[in-house]
């Protein structure tokens, strides 16, 4: 017998059309039948649920769970206490807007993951990567006042490394808390104030102990690429998934192609990023040509049959909202991509970067029944998808959870 069962568009995450007169059962936690209503028998007395479409849950492989807008003023919300109550709640902003999966870059997603995994904590399913490394000077040295001492001491963000006997230290910190991948800054980046984007960071001495001592962990290298020449030294260390991709060439996308790396997108803030209030000068300038550079890569990218994840590196800012984390969608859109492109990419691609596919990130038969019911239809305007108020119900392994 079955728990419930839903009625409408089912878009699976897999196949290339909807079903618009769709079927998805449920039993416990498991989906046990998704298809077509002209090949189902409907059982006497069945709990049934109306929707305008079914889609599988969510997934943002770029988010920092690191809860500043919820840390308070006290101490200017530094505490790590604070910021960690406060991604607590953010996650659950995260559920309401359909995201039942997330690849975080944070040392709080460590502690947020075994929270959600021992049912204490409303959250999505959470694959944490530690502290992101870098190297001194680099894309995520934001405090160049302060010591690399200080800074390995006192962020729970970022962790400078430099040579390779501390990148090797660096890596077997992350997994000795709990990482279960490891993310890295290769390039330069927008958001730094000492670096250029198409700065190239760590030497491939360093890149190839990194990635040799992930390997070991059974994990990958998640590489921060907003320049191309840095992208291309991590491709050639064994790094497979490039994050941002900003800028990018034939060489890299050929190697990406060839090594069946991953490309994860973040392009609503790359697109968006010019139009937020109170950027500083020299940021301005870096975002200048970004945008259209962002969306040759993605044509380039889709030209090759390299697979594009979902991410955003939203953070809860006021620039960034949690609910509006489906803008992702539309942006992919603005970008080239269709529709059924951008869902795929924020759902089975997403599921693959968590290393969770086999069990989630489509609605087949046998997979976890992680479904998110929405209002409209995504494949006609793809903008249902970005504000949570439009994501009528979520559902994990069976359970309601909005």
Request: hydrophobic content about 40%.
């Amino acid at each position: 017998m079955f728990d419930f069962i839903i009625k409408g568009r089912l878009i699976d995450g897999v196949s290339n059309e909807p079903i618009e007169r769709g079927i998805l059962a449920i039993q416990g936690d498991r989906i046990a039948y998704a298809g077509a209503e002209a090949g189902f028998s409907m059982p006497e007395n069945a709990k049934v649920i109306s929707a305008d479409t079914i889609l599988p849950g969510f997934f943002d492989v770029h988010a920092h769970l690191v809860g500043h807008e919820d840390a308070g003023d006290f101490a200017d919300g530094k505490f790590f206490g604070d910021q960690l109550l406060g991604a607590a709640y953010q996650t659950g902003v995260l559920l309401d807007a359909g995201f039942t999966g997330i690849r975080d870059m944070s040392e709080a997603g460590l502690y947020l993951s075994r929270a959600q995994q021992r049912g204490i904590l409303r959250a999505p399913r959470i694959m944490p990567g530690g502290r992101i490394l870098g190297i001194t000077s680099g894309h995520i040295d934001m405090d160049p006042y302060m010591s690399k001492a200080d800074i390995n001491r006192s962020s729970t963000y970022f962790r400078l490394c430099d040579g390779e006997a501390d990148c090797l230290l660096a890596v077997r910190e992350q997994f000795r808390i709990g990482a279960q991948f490891i993310k890295i800054c290769a390039t330069g980046g927008v958001s730094s104030p000492t670096d250029r984007i198409d700065d190239v960071q760590f030497s491939p001495q360093e890149l190839r102990v990194i990635v040799e001592e992930t390997q070991r962990h059974h994990s990958y290298v998640a590489a921060h690429c907003t320049g191309n020449e840095g992208a291309y030294q991590a491709l050639l260390a064994g790094v497979t998934c490039i994050e941002h991709g900003v800028v990018l060439t034939q060489r890299e996308i050929d190697l990406m192609a060839e090594k069946n790396a991953t490309l994860v997108t973040t392009l609503a803030v790359s697109l968006g990023v010019a139009n937020f209030p109170g950027l500083p000068d020299w940021m301005k300038k870096k975002v200048e040509t970004t945008a259209q550079c962002n969306i040759e890569t993605i044509a380039m990218a889709r030209k090759a049959g390299i697979r594009i994840a979902l991410g955003t590196d939203y953070s809860n800012s006021k620039n960034t909202p949690y609910a509006k984390l489906g803008e992702e969608f539309h942006a992919m859109v603005k970008a080239g991509m269709t529709p059924m492109e951008a869902i795929k990419a924020g759902t089975i691609h997403g599921a693959y970067l968590t290393r969770s596919d086999s069990e989630t990130g489509s609605l087949e038969a046998g997979k976890l029944a992680d479904i998110v019911l929405v209002k409209g239809n995504p494949l006609q305007s793809i903008t249902c998808l970005g504000d949570s108020q439009n994501i009528e119900s979520v559902f994990l392994g069976g359970r309601k959870v909005k």
